[in-house]
């Protein structure tokens, strides 16, 4: 099994949509948890830490189940600027530690 | 925020030839940073951790022999990819983590051996 797990997609959705991604990880140990946005042929950009007790920023809303090793990312009112692939990432140890990264969704925000 | 460099961004080679890549973090210390790996439609795969002044710590399947790391001083790790071949041809991406922060990355160095 992949330490982190992710729906590959694409996701198509039209501007305005909502769109949620999952993401399951092996660890049940991890500490922290990310989501990254990459694109084409770009370094990876931090998007938003995920907290257990959910956040928000802006259109973006993260969310994480412990219990389930579970994340979800979703983003309201898609934008055109929004296709990217999403990375799940997670810290399975702490501290200033590798990241375990998984395969990314592709997102693709149609007019 | 934190922000990380990388030089080159791009480089093509003969098979044979060894490439070194740098990477800096600019405005803060960085004991550890991590060298990653990305083919084509793949995700990042971590091939190793660079700690100032000590040894690297390589991932599994990772030769340390071929891809030698050197962490010299608390803003610069170099990765040299010696006697590349085209299978070694990728994205190589260094990352460093902030206080308090997932990590920044480097913009990428995009290797081509011919």
């Known amino acids: 099994r992949k330490e982190v797990e992710q729906d590959p997609g694409p996701f198509n959705v039209p501007e305005g949509a909502t769109v949620a991604f999952n993401c399951t990880y092996s660890n049940s140990a991890s500490q922290s948890f990310f989501w990254y946005r990459q694109d084409c042929r770009k370094e990876p950009k931090l998007l938003m830490s995920?907290?257990?007790s959910g956040n928000e920023d802006g259109r973006f809303t993260a969310q994480l189940n412990r219990a389930s090793q579970y994340i979800s990312l979703l983003i309201r009112d898609s934008k055109l600027s929004d296709s990217a692939t999403y990375l799940c990432v997670v810290n399975p140890t702490g501290g200033y530690n590798k990241l375990i990264f998984g395969a990314g969704t592709r997102l693709a925000v149609h007019p | 925020g934190a922000v990380v460099s990388q030089h080159p961004s791009r480089v093509i080679c003969k098979s044979g030839t060894s490439v070194k890549i740098e990477c800096r973090s600019l405005d803060f210390q960085a004991t550890t940073m991590f060298w990653y790996r990305q083919f084509p439609k793949q995700s990042l795969m971590l091939m190793a951790t660079s700690n100032e002044g000590s040894k690297a710590t390589y991932e599994q399947g990772v030769e340390k022999d071929k891809f030698l790391i050197n962490h010299a001083s608390l803003t610069l790790s170099t990765l040299t990819v010696t006697s590349a071949h085209p299978e070694d041809s990728s994205f190589y991406i260094c990352?460093?983590?902030?206080?308090?922060?997932?990590?920044?990355f480097g913009p990428g160095t995009r290797l081509t051996v011919l």
């Open positions: 995920v907290y257990s």
């Open positions: 990352s460093a983590r902030d206080p308090g922060q997932g990590g920044f």
